[in-house]
């Protein structure tokens, strides 16, 4: 059990039953609230798995007392994570309430709908409300869990399309510098191609010459870049979700769309150095 008279910073909801299965939250264990837990029937709580395991690790925290703000209450049962804040923070221990041992003047009504279709839900739920009361039980606003998880994430967007944004300037700077340098190079050794096509060398092997050349910088620089964005990809992990910092299919991807660059970058340099005339070549010293 709990050291006696610990005080921990515990987040919490005043929930009704029917709320773990409407909001496909997992029971792990013990029972969820029932009709029976009224005001006036001894006070329960169910807890979430990480404050479970975080202090019963040995699975045994059904049937302990804990007081969870309202006086002391029975766990009844466990249930799975969720997240209460941002998509990005890890679990925190998290208790509930019965609503009916604590009800509170403001509440939130969960509804799960069959169909995709809530272009009427708020209305409907409007209508309801004012036929059961119409001033006792103002609807405050009706948002889909779609919007909710959209407001939620709006910020990690927007970081990801501005990083994305400047993925796509880096590549194209990329692009563009490689092109530079391979027309650079191949304008330096001109005289040099020249001479390997007057000795025999094929336009194949003058070709393969230059993509060998634009191999080598490209896996320096896929090297080099990828070590950097796994340091950079530590550095943002808590703004990251459902994308893990080390995630290979990301570095793959990086490293072949970067080829794909370098290759197309230096094709015209390569295929321009395979057809230089050896006489003109020559001439150029």
Same mark, same amino acid.
């Given at each position: &059990?709990?050291?006696?008279?610990?005080?921990?910073?515990?987040?919490?909801?005043?929930?009704?039953?029917?709320?773990?299965?409407?909001?496909r939250?997992p029971?792990?264990?013990?029972?969820d609230?029932q009709a029976?837990?009224?005001?006036n029937?001894?006070k329960?709580?169910?807890?979430?798995k990480?404050?479970?395991? %975080?202090?019963?690790?040995?699975?045994?925290?059904?049937?302990?007392?804990? !007081?969870?703000?309202?006086?002391?209450?029975?766990i009844?049962?466990?249930?799975?994570d969720?997240?209460?804040g941002?998509?990005?923070?890890?679990? *925190? &221990?998290?208790?509930?309430?019965?609503?009916?041992? !604590?009800?509170?003047a403001?509440?939130?009504?969960?509804?799960?709908? %069959?169909?995709?279709?809530?272009?009427?839900?708020?209305?409907?739920?409007?209508?309801?409300?004012r036929?059961?009361d119409?001033?006792?039980l &103002?609807?405050a606003?009706?948002?889909?869990?779609?919007?909710?998880?959209?407001?939620?994430? @709006?910020?990690?967007?927007?970081?990801?399309?501005l990083? @994305?944004?400047?993925?796509?300037?880096?590549?194209?700077?990329?692009a563009?510098?490689?092109? @530079?340098?391979?027309?650079?190079?191949?304008?330096?050794?001109t005289?040099?191609?020249?001479?390997?096509?007057?000795?025999?060398?094929? &336009?194949?092997?003058?070709?393969?010459?230059?993509?060998?050349?634009?191999?080598?910088?490209?896996?320096?620089?896929?090297?080099?870049?990828?070590?950097?964005?796994?340091?950079?990809? %530590?550095?943002l992990?808590?703004?990251?979700?459902?994308?893990?910092?080390?995630?290979?299919?990301?570095?793959?991807?990086?490293?072949?769309?970067?080829?794909?660059?370098?290759?197309?970058?230096?094709? @015209?340099?390569?295929?321009?150095?395979?057809?230089? !005339?050896?006489?003109?070549?020559?001439r150029? *010293?």
């Amino acid at each position: &059990p709990m050291p006696p008279n610990q005080h921990l910073m515990v987040t919490g909801n005043i929930v009704s039953p029917g709320f773990f299965s409407t909001m496909r939250i997992p029971l792990l264990g013990g029972r969820d609230f029932q009709a029976a837990d009224g005001a006036n029937a001894p006070k329960v709580v169910i807890i979430n798995k990480t404050f479970a395991s %975080r202090y019963w690790p040995a699975g045994n925290a059904a049937g302990h007392r804990i !007081d969870a703000g309202n006086g002391m209450a029975t766990i009844v049962g466990i249930v799975g994570d969720i997240k209460q804040g941002r998509l990005i923070d890890t679990p *925190e &221990p998290q208790f509930y309430r019965p609503y009916a041992q !604590d009800p509170w003047a403001s509440m939130a009504f969960v509804i799960r709908l %069959r169909g995709s279709d809530t272009t009427h839900m708020g209305a409907a739920l409007r209508g309801v409300a004012r036929d059961v009361d119409p001033i006792a039980l &103002p609807i405050a606003r009706v948002l889909t869990m779609q919007r909710v998880l959209d407001d939620a994430t @709006a910020s990690s967007r927007v970081l990801g399309q501005l990083l @994305a944004l400047f993925a796509a300037t880096a590549l194209m700077l990329a692009a563009i510098g490689i092109y @530079a340098i391979m027309s650079f190079f191949v304008a330096r050794r001109t005289r040099e191609l020249g001479v390997r096509i007057a000795l025999g060398a094929t &336009p194949v092997a003058v070709l393969s010459l230059v993509l060998r050349q634009t191999a080598a910088l490209a896996v320096a620089g896929a090297t080099l870049g990828l070590a950097g964005g796994a340091v950079a990809a %530590r550095a943002l992990s808590h703004t990251l979700y459902g994308v893990s910092a080390s995630d290979p299919v990301i570095y793959t991807t990086a490293a072949v769309t970067l080829a794909f660059a370098a290759f197309a970058a230096s094709i @015209a340099p390569a295929r321009r150095a395979s057809t230089v !005339d050896p006489l003109v070549a020559l001439r150029t *010293e």
